[in-house]
């Protein structure tokens, strides 16, 4: 595991410690994304993790390991589902010793941790190479020369509303992922947005506001309440040619192509 943080874990990174992490898919995913945000899991935000998951992939920001495990086992089952009828590439897949390689990036060592095991676990360790790195995503400045340009997708799901920054700093995390992507590659993620942005119906309804309040103020776990879209996408298309954003819910959906290199925030 390489070490790479710089910085203090914050609170909001604090808060995945090995017995929350135990409940995280299922009340994080499944209850809070749904009934808190609008934004379900199995009909939203899992598929559009699939869609942009390559070879070659860094997920920053990995708390359980959910996104990239489940990906992994819809691959996985089905190209053995296919029978007979399967492609040079799937048979080429099937018989190289690694199929995917799976980089994992987060600034809590608990997260590294239960991540790795839960993809180990679920998916066959022959067809996957797994590197972890302690990192902030905020330090691009100093991210290892061996992770520039190495990478065909990277992810960023439910990161940038945890870090305890105002919106325009967590520019830094797309500054970093433009240096990872080849110029090729691809960004997705997803992130809680403050309520001035969140979609005409969930403006509407109680339970998210409460929920908002809960967890920025007592719990800690989320500093978002004055993330903006705007800025956001002003961050990514500092840092990247080709940038696409959708409100669902509570949340913005965000993928973006042709990293700019050397763009962003100035170093220092």
Not at 85 to 107: C, F, K, P, V, Y
Not at 135 to 157: D, G, I, P, Q
Not at 181 to 205: M, P
Request: hydrophobic share 35%; proline share 4%; with cysteine.
């Amino acid at each position: 595991m390489a070490d790479n943080t710089n910085t203090n874990t914050n609170r909001g990174s604090a808060w995945y410690t090995p017995l929350n992490l135990l409940i995280y898919d299922l009340h994080v995913l499944r209850i809070n994304m749904t009934y808190l945000w609008g934004c379900p899991i199995s009909s939203v935000l899992l598929p559009f993790f699939v869609d942009h998951f390559s070879e070659k992939h860094l997920d920053v920001g990995v708390a359980s390991g959910y996104f990239p495990s489940a990906a992994l086992s819809r691959l996985f089952s089905s190209s053995t589902s296919s029978g007979g009828t399967a492609t040079a590439t799937e048979n080429s897949d099937r018989e190289g010793e690694t199929e995917r390689q799976i980089t994992l990036m987060d600034i809590n060592p608990h997260c590294l941790t239960t991540a790795q095991s839960l993809i180990q676990r679920d998916n066959p360790l022959s067809r996957v190479k797994i590197d972890t790195i302690l990192h902030n995503a905020l330090n691009y400045a100093s991210l290892l020369e061996s992770l520039k340009r190495k990478f065909t997708s990277v992810s960023m799901f439910n990161l940038l509303h945890c870090i305890p920054v105002p919106c325009k700093e967590k520019s830094s995390a797309f500054r970093l992922a433009a240096e990872c992507l080849e110029d090729g590659g691809v960004l997705a993620g997803c992130t809680i947005l403050g309520e001035q942005d969140w979609d005409e119906k969930s403006k509407k309804r109680w339970l998210p506001k409460i929920g908002m309040w809960h967890l920025n103020h007592l719990v800690g776990v989320l500093s978002n309440q004055n993330d903006r879209k705007d800025i956001l996408e002003q961050g990514l298309r500092e840092n990247f040619g080709e940038v696409q954003t959708e409100v669902v819910g509570c949340m913005l959906l965000f993928t973006a192509k042709k990293p700019i290199r050397g763009g962003g925030l100035e170093e220092g």
